[in-house]
């Protein structure tokens, strides 16, 4: 009987640590990579290669307490040169409950917006990323630097943020203008200004959510441009929604940006809307349709437009491989007629912990 009564119990030990060993923990580190090759064609028959590649490194030290770094290094293909970022390297805060606290420090994501959520080619539907993040509008100033409706931006500084189930809302202190490309790496920046965010939004059913923020402070310093004798403000509006029902997602974004200038106030506008379509569980397509205006820094005023289309057909080699092929047209500021290019693009991600 001693001896069954042995067994039995090393029996149940066995049992309990095996039960045990098979429950999910918590990993100290959790790290993924993102990749993307991609070439892009005119009518004229050149084309350009870009390539992405990118981590996000997450530590969790545990009671609401969180690291983390996102390097990056990018060859631009309208220069061909490489860039090497870090676009996030912060500390963070979180607190669930029936309403959750997040304070983060830092390079911090963007708390402006959505179009910044597609910096990551896994997390962009199309292959070009929405135009306002990169495509430089006319300056509104004399001789003034030229800007971006709203920049890719992770810039140093604070956040606050409160949501529920129902509601988020969130406030932010940071080093630049949205308007304005500012790198942690770079031999020429924008000066530092700083600018205050506040935003929040609501969902009323899960999968539905419509957003808003304002920015506001410096754009443009003393001596920048030849009629510029004090620091100018800017003003940046954004609102955005995001719907996602079934096998479809849509999103869209609309910015509007009012700045002093030595002309008085002047504005630069513009939206994007895309979505995405899972056709099967290999397939998806999806498109995006842009719109920007500017105006020219002159008495008279005058406005000048961009406009781009694009339609993205993708097929999900693997779990971690994606190719995809689009077209785009793009009307660029100050031209008539559209400019047709076809692209096609090769993006792995893997998460390795």
């Given at each position: 009987m001693r001896a069954v009564s042995l067994a039995c119990a090393v029996t149940l030990l066995l049992a309990a640590a095996s039960t045990s060993a098979q429950q999910a923990r918590p990993s100290f580190l959790a790290v993924d990579s993102s990749a993307a090759v991609d070439y892009t064609v005119d009518?004229?028959?050149?084309?350009?290669?870009?390539?992405?590649l990118d981590s996000l490194v997450t530590a969790d030290f545990g009671r609401g307490f969180q690291a983390m770094v996102r390097p990056q290094?990018?060859?631009?293909?309208?220069?061909?040169?490489?860039?090497?970022?870090?676009?996030?390297?912060?500390?963070?805060?979180?607190?669930?409950?029936?309403?959750?606290?997040?304070?983060?420090?830092?390079?911090?994501?963007?708390?402006?917006?959505?179009?910044?959520?597609?910096?990551?080619?896994?997390?962009?539907?199309?292959?070009?990323?929405?135009?306002?993040?990169?495509?430089?509008?006319?300056?509104?100033?004399?001789?003034?630097?030229?800007?971006?409706?709203?920049?890719?931006?992770?810039?140093?500084?604070?956040?606050?943020?409160?949501?529920?189930?129902?509601?988020?809302?969130?406030?932010?202190?940071?080093?630049?203008?949205?308007?304005?490309?500012?790198?942690?790496?770079?031999?020429?920046?924008?000066?530092?200004?700083?600018?205050?965010?506040?935003?929040?939004?609501?969902?009323?059913?899960?999968?539905f959510r419509i957003g808003a923020s304002v920015t506001r402070g410096g754009w443009l310093r003393a001596g920048e441009s030849p009629t510029i004798t004090v620091d100018r403000s800017a003003r940046v509006v954004t609102m955005e929604s995001e719907l996602a029902f079934r096998h479809t997602s849509l999103a869209g974004e609309w910015t509007h940006d009012t700045l002093e200038t030595s002309l008085g106030d002047r504005s630069a506008a513009g939206w994007y809307v895309q979505g995405a379509q899972t056709l099967s569980p290999r397939c998806f397509v999806a498109g995006r349709v842009e719109r920007m205006r500017s105006t020219l820094p002159?008495?008279?005023?005058?406005?000048?437009?961009?406009?781009?289309?694009?339609?993205?057909?993708?097929?999900?080699?693997?779990?971690?491989?994606?190719?995809?092929?689009?077209?785009?047209?793009?009307?660029?500021?100050?031209?008539?007629?559209?400019?047709?290019?076809?692209?096609?693009?090769?993006?792995?991600?893997?998460?390795?912990?």
């Open positions: 009518t004229n028959g050149n084309y350009v290669k870009g390539v992405f290094a990018q060859r631009i293909a309208a220069t061909r040169e490489w860039n090497r970022q870090i676009w996030i390297a912060e500390v963070r805060y979180e607190r669930a409950g029936t309403v959750g606290v997040r304070l983060e420090g830092g390079y911090i994501p963007s708390p402006i917006g959505l179009a910044n959520l597609t910096l990551r080619p896994h997390l962009n539907p199309t292959i070009a990323q929405p135009a306002s993040l990169f495509t430089s509008i006319p300056s509104l100033e004399f001789r003034g630097p030229r800007i971006n409706l709203l920049s890719g931006l992770y810039p140093l500084g604070a956040q606050a943020t409160v949501s529920t189930r129902l509601w988020d809302a969130r406030t932010a202190v940071i080093d630049n203008s949205p308007m304005r490309l500012r790198r942690v790496f770079g031999p020429v920046n924008p000066p530092r200004f700083t600018n205050v965010v506040v935003g929040g939004g609501v969902t009323p059913f899960v999968g002159v008495v008279l005023v005058q406005e000048q437009t961009f406009k781009a289309t694009e339609q993205t057909l993708a097929f999900r080699i693997t779990p971690e491989l994606t190719l995809r092929v689009s077209h785009r047209a793009v009307e660029r500021f100050g031209r008539t007629g559209f400019d047709h290019t076809a692209a096609t693009s090769l993006v792995w991600f893997r998460r390795w912990l």
